[in-house]
T-cell receptor
Framework: ELKVEQNPLFLSMQEGKNYTIYCNYSTTSDRLYWYRQDPGKSLESLFVLLSNGAVKQEGRLMASLDTKARLSTLHITAAVHDLSATYFCAVPTSGTYKYIFGTGTRLKVLA | DSGVTQTPKHLITATGQRVTLRCSPRSGDLSVYWYQQSLDQGLQFLIQYYNGEERAKGNILERFSAQQFPDLHSELNLSSLELGDSALYFC??????????????FGQGTRLTVV
């Protein structure tokens, strides 16, 4: 059964600092997704990573995928308060393509 | 706005009751997913439909059922409600799930409170 783990679960960081969130998954998958969720709100799609070595960047966020290591990273550069949210990675299972979500990383950026 | 519509936004009901949550997918999307999000369980996959047919099932309780109608909207029925069923229920939709660059878009969720 596909398992998706994220770490850290909680992250409190100062504005202007850099940090990386990790997402590990247990079985082969051909793609990985990152979502952002503000408290009590819906999930917003951030990145779709489709192949080994894929790297995507949007503003202060950069995501990468290593399918051989079954690892994705979400790197935050020079964090700002507006990035405070919970970040989820999601991996589709082969065959049915149901999305299995990681545990989420709750990020708090302190001014 | 993701284009996925969920109703109602909020629902408060008593234990033992039955409720129906509704989801309209994005125009053109054939696949619908239901997820439950509670504080201690994260995002749990419940069930997936594609073009009216059930494609995948997660840890969905026997008290819960779902269906996707010919017009592609979906309903999630929760019965014999318990306090522990209180959660945010999300619906997501995507086009053909096998297409490489497909992605799931989420609705705003229905917050269910069982009292």
């Amino acid at each position: 059964e596909l398992k998706v783990e994220q770490n850290p679960l909680f992250l409190s960081m100062q504005e202007g600092k850099n940090y990386t969130i990790y997402c590990n998954y247990s079985t082969t998958s051909d793609r990985l997704y990152w979502y952002r969720q503000d408290p009590g709100k819906s999930l917003e799609s951030l990145f779709v990573l489709l192949s080994n070595g894929a790297v995507k960047q949007e503003g202060r966020l950069m995501a990468s995928l290593d399918t051989k290591a079954r690892l994705s990273t979400l790197h935050i550069t020079a964090a700002v308060h507006d990035l405070s949210a919970t970040y989820f990675c999601a991996v589709p299972t082969s065959g049915t393509y149901k999305y299995i979500f990681g545990t989420g990383t709750r990020l708090k950026v302190l001014a | 706005d993701s284009g996925v519509t969920q109703t109602p936004k909020h629902l408060i009901t008593a234990t033992g009751q039955r409720v129906t949550l509704r989801c309209s997918p994005r125009s053109g999307d054939l696949s619908v997913y239901w997820y439950q999000q509670s504080l201690d369980q994260g995002l749990q996959f419940l069930i997936q439909y594609y073009n009216g047919e059930e494609r995948a099932k997660g840890n969905i309780l026997e008290r819960f059922s779902a269906q996707q109608f010919p017009d592609l909207h979906s309903e999630l029925n929760l019965s014999s409600l318990e306090l522990g069923d209180s959660a945010l229920y999300f619906c997501a939709s995507s086009d053909h799930p096998v297409r490489l660059n497909t992605e799931a878009f989420f609705g705003q969720g229905t917050r269910l409170t069982v009292v």
